[in-house]
């Protein structure tokens, strides 16, 4: 519990220097547009309590707010879309799966827990859109709300699983996943807003450009490689690999809820906009990051 504390203060120390540098800068140079910093910090107090309550007190505590965060991500998802009244039994029926799936997490069937989602729900969920309501627009409805579950849902229930796949270590790596996610998010927020040049995708993104990648990647390796030891039980290979992988499929994470956001919010600049400062806009990398952190560990180590 000491070493424990002592990683909840440190953790708590470099939040506040964190709020401190970035008040300082944002007074500096009020015409830069900071938004997505401060929605990162506000992110990172939010995870910071979480892992809170974690370590001090129970994984089920931490299972329950991160479906409650699931629950919210969705249900932003769901408000982009535009729907049909035929569509609300199969929202209903979206979100009566959240529970299920992290209830798989909470008496350890990782084998239901894998499969539910992917399988069960995606053959089934039509159902609900077919009797009785015709066929306008059934592709479009059911295929947003599989892609909306499987991002917000499958995706992001990876963090609830980490404690209850090894409560050992499963906090530390939860906190380690979530530091570099969001390192390699502001890194490259900040180099593509000063030096970016070559965007990826303009018209959905402008401030994914490659330059960012590239010095993101570099940076998360890098903050990888330093805080391993103090986390995780990984080794040194693993140390270095594990910020690729978390660069590389943030960025990815990043790129694809951007693009989907500009797809379904076509003509809809007023709540494209307003969304920018959404829990999806918080969370679009951590819906990749989880699940490919998780199985690349789970595959070769035993610990989980």
């Not at 990683?7 to 964190?18: K, M, R």
């Not at 309550?53 to 505590?61: E, G, K, Q, S």
Request: charged share 10%; with cysteine.
């Amino acid at each position: 519990m000491s070493s424990s504390l002592w990683t909840l203060g440190l953790i708590f120390s470099g939040l506040a220097a964190a709020n401190v540098a970035f008040a300082i800068v944002r007074a500096k140079q009020p015409n830069k547009d900071f938004t997505a910093i401060a929605q990162r910090i506000k992110t990172w107090w939010g995870m910071f309590f979480i892992f809170c309550l974690a370590t001090l007190f129970n994984p089920i505590v931490s299972l329950l707010s991160l479906m409650v965060l699931t629950f919210f991500a969705l249900k932003e998802y769901f408000s982009m879309i535009k729907t049909r009244k035929a569509d609300r039994r199969l929202f209903l029926w979206a979100y009566l799966s959240i529970p299920i799936q992290f209830y798989w997490i909470y008496i350890g069937w990782y084998g239901m827990f894998i499969i539910f989602i992917p399988i069960y729900v995606f053959l089934f969920l039509p159902l609900p859109r077919l009797i009785n309501k015709g066929t306008v627009g059934f592709l479009r409805s059911v295929s947003s709300t599989q892609w909306g579950l499987m991002l917000m849902v499958f995706g992001l229930s990876h963090l609830a699983h980490f404690p209850f796949a090894t409560p050992e270590y499963g906090a530390g790596l939860v906190l380690f996943l979530v530091v570099l996610t969001q390192l390699n998010d502001v890194v490259h927020y900040l180099v593509s807003l000063y030096f970016g040049k070559r965007k990826v995708v303009p018209t959905a993104n402008p401030l994914l450009t490659w330059e960012g990648f590239a010095v993101a990647l570099l940076a998360t390796t890098a903050a990888s490689w330093a805080i391993y030891p103090y986390l995780t039980p990984l080794d040194p290979t693993f140390g270095v690999v594990s910020g690729v992988l978390v660069g590389v499929s943030g960025f990815f994470g990043s790129l694809t809820i951007s693009v989907l956001k500009r797809d379904l919010l076509i003509g809809d600049d007023n709540k494209f906009e307003a969304l920018k400062q959404s829990y999806l806009s918080r969370v679009d990398s951590l819906t990749y990051t989880s699940p490919v952190f998780f199985h690349v560990i789970r595959y070769y180590f035993d610990f989980m």
